[in-house]
């Protein structure tokens, strides 16, 4: 099949980098895909060989596309979690793996470090988030404290979507929302980098120009074009971080709009208006100039459930979500905490783990499977309350990512939480998101264009519900009564 005018999307994902080709009215072409592994060489680490992974995905997905374009492509866009930080010489070479997002919580000594030196308050105020694990600026600290060696060779830093754009093109860019994660070294009412206190966190490191996610940034070079089979010229667009791509594409782009990602982590998304600041929460620049968003996270979800279904003996999904939805709600007495990565929203505990309260020789995968689905959803409902205490009711709750294949685990959410849930009828992902961007990017479609269609409404059970109430109480009270307990026994591990 031949395309007359489309546009590429590729998203590069915590497991898989996925591309899509679709046309100008938002109809998918073609679909690519590959796996890959996240390496946790020490507990709290998260990382990616950029080269042998971002680059090399990205380079197998346009192989197989690029025929299938032809002479029509118009346009490419590529998103990638984050923030990550990779530190790389003048010549766009890796200098060592990728740091990841929060997932990766190495850095707790440097957040400390720089609340102290300057101050937890006005780094809320001047970059709208106070420091966490998700905060990209403690990393190139903790680089640049702990691997001098690396360091001193460092003359760029980029993220998942930055490095593959400098690949394509040779620009050395970032986005205005990446950079707005990258605390505290951007400036939210500046619209800038806050210059002084990068200078403090990274001295010596060159900062990428700032741009917005569907500005053209250059054109594929002849050398990317011969990696890749993508014809030499043609435009390329900024991008943006995977789950603000996600909300892009799911039609999130309003005030009042929230957007739940069922990913490898739970990732939530709510545009508002003005500056709001709730100290849990995270507050970006939006996809778009002119807007802003709250934005919170969970440490694992879909990482959670495939470990669940590893643990099972790897039974078909069909299979096993089956068996987890002949049992009742409350998972026959079984409740799990998700933190088996630490955790971020709401706790911000990098040190918490995993808790499954309850278990009895009876219990079996079903069981499991269905604790780690309400647990999650205990959590995605703690998230939801935080969006509502700072910004009110969301107007709409729009639910995307790998996770939104399990209806199961979409009913429990809401009747955990109370709240409906709109399911798009393109379930692409952060890919479709960037296919858009690139349209807009290069003019094919009007700024206002938008592809999301909603597929299905899913409401609360009231019954269910009832019962979810009184375990949402007890889901708070057991990582209280266990966080103690829990981290004498991380203290008492040895060293890897």
Not at 50 to 72: H, I, K, M, Y
Not at 100 to 118: K, M, P
Request: negative net charge; glycine residues 12%; contains cysteine.
């Amino acid at each position: 099949m031949t395309a007359e005018e489309s546009l590429l999307g590729i998203d590069i994902g915590t497991s898989t980098t996925k591309a899509v080709l679709a046309r100008p009215d938002g109809q998918v072409i073609a679909q690519a895909e590959r796996p890959h592994r996240l390496s946790l060489p020490r507990p709290g680490w998260a990382e990616h060989d950029a080269e042998n992974t971002w680059w090399s995905d990205v380079v197998d997905v346009c192989t197989e596309l690029a025929p299938v374009a032809a002479g029509g492509l118009k346009g490419i866009c590529v998103s990638g979690i984050g923030p990550c930080v990779l530190l790389c010489d003048g010549r766009t070479n890796p200098l060592r793996p990728a740091l990841l997002y929060g997932i990766d919580t190495r850095a707790e000594a440097e957040i400390r470090e720089l609340e102290e030196r300057l101050g937890r308050a006005d780094i809320l105020e001047r970059g709208g988030s106070v420091l966490s694990s998700q905060a990209a600026g403690p990393k190139l600290l903790w680089l640049r404290r702990n691997e001098p060696e690396v360091w001193q060779h460092a003359a760029r830093w980029y993220m998942a979507s930055s490095f593959v754009v400098a690949r394509l093109t040779g620009a050395y860019v970032l986005d205005h929302h990446s950079a707005s994660q990258s605390d505290p070294l951007y400036d939210l009412e500046a619209g800038a980098w806050a210059d002084d206190w990068a200078a403090d966190v990274a001295p010596g490191l060159r900062l990428p120009e700032l741009v917005w996610p569907s500005d053209q940034v250059g054109a594929v070079t002849d050398a990317a074009a011969r990696a890749t089979g993508l014809p030499p010229g043609t435009p390329v667009v900024a991008g943006t971080i995977d789950a603000w791509a996600e909300a892009f594409s799911a039609g999130v782009r309003r005030p009042g709009a929230l957007m739940l990602m069922y990913g490898s982590s739970m990732f939530g998304i709510r545009v508002v208006e003005g500056a709001t600041r709730e100290p849990l929460l995270w507050t970006t620049e939006g996809t778009e100039r002119g807007t802003r968003t709250l934005a919170a996270g969970m440490s694992t979800a879909g990482s959670l459930t495939a470990w669940a279904r590893e643990l099972s003996g790897g039974p078909s999904w069909d299979e096993l979500i089956a068996e987890a939805a002949a049992v009742p709600p409350g998972s026959d007495g079984l409740l799990l905490l998700p933190y088996f990565a630490g955790e971020r929203t709401p706790i911000y505990d990098p040190h918490a783990r995993g808790v499954l309260a309850g278990l009895t020789l009876n219990h079996g995968r079903g069981a499991l499977l269905r604790a780690v689905y309400e647990g999650i959803a205990f959590g995605t409902r703690q998230m939801l309350e935080l969006f509502e205490g700072a910004a009110g009711p969301p107007v709409r709750i729009v639910a995307v990512g790998g996770g939104t294949r399990s209806p199961l685990w979409l009913q429990i959410v809401s009747d955990v939480s109370g709240r409906s849930q709109l399911v798009p009828e393109q379930a692409v992902g952060a890919s479709y998101g960037d296919a858009l961007l690139a349209a807009i990017g290069v003019g094919l479609v009007p700024l206002d264009t938008d592809w999301a269609r909603t597929a299905a409404t899913v409401t609360p059970n009231e019954h269910d519900s009832a019962t979810y109430e009184q375990l949402f109480e007890l889901y708070g009270r057991l990582y209280r009564d266990t966080a103690g307990v829990v981290h004498a026994l991380g203290s008492a591990r040895p060293a890897d």
